[in-house]
């Protein structure tokens, strides 16, 4: 009897010798993306893909994934570095199978990225050396359920609009993956991940499914760059998604972006799941305990959206004037010399709260977070009347004069 490694060899030579799909065979194709609720995925101490997969833990994916299975997230995005797969093809192989096993217990299909071997996409005399790489994944994972889609470069046209002559190679090289995959594999759909939709365009006829990425500014961008790429896909009848979106250092806000891909009635996945150790300043929803960035961009993943309308309900957080007697009270606390320490905490704390709950602050550095770790610390009197002083000079503008009508409670009559 042949070891594993054995029959994994035969697997991969196969591959090799294979030269086109039969006519019967049917690439899975699907005709409409627009259910697509996806994520990119890389673990949250890792920095960079490479370590991702060098450092895997299969525990820590179960978990991540469980927190995607909670915002009812259907497809994942993880990229293959050749980096990763050489040095242990055998531990590779390992932990790529349970990651895909992993989401499909879970109801989310996989897109894996593929990342080549440094200086390989700008050398056209190198290109072939992937395909031992190709072969290797696709007798891995090939004929895995939860294997959705390959994509077969991330951004080969990146970051250059026209592209220039070093990006059109590597979207040559792109390509030239595409061709490579379509041979090995008669079965998975194949596509690009474009960080524009020009470029999405000029490799489409490459592609089995159209992938672009949006990152950009003004409602009106991201609209009109969704119109491009649908018109497009409509033109050459493929199914669109786009592979990245969501970055809070670019203007591109989760809730903003995926309030317009749903609406136009496009499938995404955001950049990305977790807040990692590579990206986690500007991207993801989750910590590894499963607290979340902010609550906006999980309500957003589930379809709900901040009110912006023109005739919005504005908060009356003093309605019932909690917010004059937090700072009448604070501002007693502040004029006694000998104030004590756990009132002010106390004080701090209650301030924080309503500061929170009615979105009278920004949420950069939760009060309460502040709040909380002066409670954890050595009293610092110093500290906590600087934070009374600030929380009691915002809450003081939103104060009601006794007669406002938006004061008291509703008739008895109305619940």
Known sequence: MRSSIGIHAAAIAGLLLFVSAPASAQRRVPRDLSGVRGFNYQSAPTTGHAEHWLQYNAAETERDLDFAKRLQLNQMRVFVPYAAWAPNKEAFRKNLLHLVRAAHQRGIGVMPTLQYAPGVSMNKDRWPESREFVADLIATIGKEPGLAFWDVSNEPDCCALPPTAANRTRMEHAVYMAKTFHELDPVTPVTIGAAYTPNMIEMGEAQD???????????????????????????????????????????????????????????????????????GTVH??????????????????????????????????????????????????????????????????????????????????PPARSVELLRKGAPNMPALRAGIEKYTAILEPFQMPPGDPRRGRPPANVH
């Open 284 to 365: 993801g929803v989750f910590h590894p305990d499963g607290t979340v960035r902010d609550p906006a961009i999980v309500a957003a993943i589930l379809g709900m959206f901040r009110d912006r309308h023109e005739d919005v309900m504005q908060a009356a957080p003093d309605r019932e004037g909690f917010v004059t007697r937090a700072v009448t009270n604070n501002r007693k606390w502040l004029a006694d010399a000998n104030s004590g320490w756990e009132a002010g905490l106390d004080l701090a704390e209650t301030s924080a709260y309503l500061l929170e709950a009615g979105q009278l602050i920004a949420m950069y550095d």
């Open 209 to 279: 499914v159209l992938s672009f990425h949006n990152y950009l500014a003004t409602r009106e961008a991201i609209r009109a760059d969704i119109a491009a790429a649908k018109a497009y896909a409509a033109k050459v009848n493929k199914p669109l998604f786009n592979t990245e979106i969501g970055c809070i250092a670019r203007a591109n806000p989760y809730d903003i972006v995926i309030e317009e891909h749903m609406k136009a009635n496009v499938g995404w996945y955001i950049w990305e799941l977790m807040i990692t150790h590579q990206w």
